[in-house]
């Protein structure tokens, strides 16, 4: 599977995202935090996305290279 650097971006930034949105609703200010940790979320579902969509790429690509054997 290719794991380019967009996803890798992705991926680092939902989890500092939440990890600082729990900080933040821990050491007191709740809704920026709740917002960080929503921010988090949606990156962490589109960096899935994007693996998912690399991986069916890939096995695409592999069932045409298969073809004429």
């Given amino acids: 599977m290719v794991v380019n650097g967009g996803i890798i971006a992705l991926a680092f930034?939902?989890?500092?995202c939440f990890f600082a949105g729990v900080y933040l609703s821990a050491t007191g200010?709740?809704?920026?935090g709740i917002a960080l940790m929503a921010m988090g979320l949606?990156?962490?579902v589109l960096c899935l996305r994007q693996l998912k969509a690399a991986r069916?790429?890939?096995l695409e690509q592999k069932d045409i290279?298969?073809?004429?054997?």
């Fill in 29 to 32: 200010n709740r809704t920026t």
């Fill in 42 to 44: 949606i990156f962490q």
């Fill in 13 to 16: 930034a939902g989890l500092f």
């Fill in 65 to 69: 290279d298969d073809a004429g054997r």
């Fill in 56 to 58: 069916k790429g890939q």
